[in-house]
């Protein structure tokens, strides 16, 4: 079940009285202010959650789920999930920025007690189109905060992320919203098509993002009026989601920075640094 809001670790969950329970996990996975609900039991699990302005009742739907041995790390807990790639949120996760990522909770559920194996953060996902099937990599919050900070470097590439403070570029005034009933989408949901697209030059979306709804997904290309995902998007297909929102992307170069934004003055790479050390390769 999808909700429309977070759970945190703040949050309680309860089992009710009187009610009987499978001994299974729950799967909780939340992303851009919704939470997917899950359990790798063939039936449904009903809970009580407690720490909001109203009790809610969390229904976690059957799937075919199942999870790796948790094991224990000097960096943190870690742990693979193991789904079908139809699975929302995990169909369509891509680790793009701190701004997209997932939190994963996965819970005991043994003689109607509950108990946390893991609350983390999702690494990363490989999807095996073979098989049909999709495996979350998670690290548990102890080792996401232990790793090191990315240090400043002095490239010849923009470090800022398009967009932020420090790039000052407006993404909304360069990004395009679509309705999907407009849309030619792909059987496998791996590229999308609409006649505005093709009012840019080829390769214009190129590292940019295609969303819906809480989902997104990387344009590995831009091409006439069609894009191509590197994964295949099944959020296309939510009856629940009615447009798309194409957002443009940037390759952190000083052309593209000065001839696609005008935004030279505000680069925040070193353009002129060469690309060999002459300290070590001589002049």
């Known amino acids: ?13 309860t089992t009710y009285k009187g009610n009987s329970y499978p001994n299974c996990d729950l799967f909780l996975f939340c992303v851009g202010g919704y939470t997917w609900a899950y359990t790798g039991s063939t039936d449904e699990v009903s809970l009580e959650l407690s720490g909001m302005a109203q009790r809610q009742t969390i229904i976690f739907s059957p799937a075919a789920l199942e999870r790796s041995e948790i094991s224990n790390e000097a960096k943190g807990d870690k742990a693979q999930i193991k ?28 003689n109607k007690e509950l108990e946390i194996l893991l609350f983390g953060k999702a690494e990363g996902v490989d999807y095996d189109l073979e098989k049909g099937q999709a495996t979350l990599s998670v690290c548990s919050m102890a080792g996401v905060f232990s790793s090191s900070l990315p240090q400043r470097t002095f490239s010849a590439q923009c470090t800022h992320s398009l967009g932020d403070f ?3 570029v407006l993404k909304d005034s360069y990004s395009l919203t679509l309705k999907l009933s407009e849309c030619q989408i792909a059987d496998n949901n ?3 098509a609409h006649p505005l ?4 030059p080829n390769g214009y979306y190129n590292g940019g993002v295609c969303k819906a709804g809480a989902n997104s997904a990387f344009i590995i290309s831009h091409t006439g009026s ?6 295949p998007f099944y959020a296309l297909r939510n009856a629940d989601i009615s447009s798309v929102k194409i957002e443009i992307g940037c390759d952190k170069s000083i052309q593209t920075c000065k001839n696609k934004f005008s935004n030279s003055l505000n680069y925040g790479g070193f353009p002129f640094v060469p690309n060999i050390n002459p300290m070590l390769k001589g002049f």
């Open 1 to 13: 079940m999808k909700y429309k809001y977070e759970i945190s670790i703040n949050h309680k969950l």
């Open 83 to 110: 789904c079908n790639l139809d699975l929302e949120p995990i169909n369509s996760f891509r680790l793009l920025s701190y701004n997209d990522s997932m939190k994963v909770i996965v819970i005991r559920l043994r």
């Open 166 to 168: 420090y790039c000052g």
């Open 190 to 192: 791996i590229w999308l």
């Open 197 to 200: 697209l093709g009012s840019k």
């Open 226 to 231: 069609k894009i191509q995902l590197l994964n």
